[in-house]
């Protein structure tokens, strides 16, 4: 089943937030999804410790850096999707789950510095695709920005032209800062577990998580000719 990376060598930018957010709403649509946390500090297997983790989530902690390629193996035998969510620095880990991956996705602020750190990732999914002799799709992901894109402040709004002008894919739905999805960590569960009383805005996060998730499996079903 697919494999989907998230990536990106700077750290704050919201990738595990981002594994997490998608997952979640793949699973409130009915698929078993397996996340792998590859991250040293184990961020998704916290949350998993804590209640509300959904049934058909599963999130395998990876801490061989060896086994990484047949954990995805195994872990794409028994779930609709697997979602691995790699370290920051360049490893054989991460290559080596790149060269399994269907799909892998670059979080990247709003910032000049994000932008040049997020193009190490683009070279190193780009080489994946080179040494697999097929290319691995890929796209950049806006997180923690404003609600509204008319609240873009300048900055962002160049890396978004830098990224065009360089051809680079991006997810059209950016994941916006959104209280709700802070507190799926603190919290633990998922977003439909919260209320109105727990955070502000909910519905807009759940609006935003879900058509963030549409893109990304209508971004994986045209890479794998669905």
């Known amino acids: ?3 989907i990376s998230m990536l990106s060598p700077k750290g704050g930018v919201g990738k595990t ?3 997490l957010i998608l997952a979640t709403v793949l ?3 009915g698929s078993s999804v397996v996340m792998i946390d590859a991250d040293p500090n184990f961020p998704l297997s916290r949350w998993a410790a804590k209640d509300g983790k959904p049934d058909n989530i599963e ?3 990876e801490i061989d850096e060896d086994e990484i390629i047949s954990t995805i193996d195994a872990a794409r035998k028994r779930a609709d999707y697997v979602i691995v969510d790699l370290e ?3 490893s054989a880990r991460a290559t080596n789950a790149l060269m399994m991956s269907h799909l892998a996705l670059v979080p990247i602020q709003g910032s000049e510095l994000d932008a040049m750190e997020a193009a190490r990732a683009f070279k190193a999914i780009r080489n994946a695709g080179t040494a697999r002799q097929r290319p691995l799709p890929f796209a950049a992901v806006l997180t923690r ?3 509204s894109t008319r609240l873009w402040p300048r900055d962002l709004k160049a890396v978004v032209g830098n990224l065009e002008d360089a051809d680079v894919p991006m997810i059209s739905t950016a994941i916006a ?3 709700a999805f802070r507190g799926l960590f603190s919290m633990g569960g998922t977003l ?3 209320t109105a009383a727990d955070v502000g805005s909910l519905d807009s996060a759940k609006a935003n998580a879900n058509a963030f998730a549409f893109d990304v499996v209508t971004l994986l079903k045209e890479g794998l000719g669905a």
Request: proline share 12%; charged share 25%; aromatic share 0%.
């Open 192 to 194: 439909d577990d919260m």
């Open 17 to 19: 937030t981002t594994s």
């Open 27 to 29: 699973a409130s649509k």
């Open 1 to 3: 089943m697919p494999v």
């Open 88 to 90: 920051g620095k360049a």
């Open 145 to 147: 920005t404003p609600a």
């Open 59 to 61: 999130v395998v902690p």
């Open 177 to 179: 800062e959104r209280g």
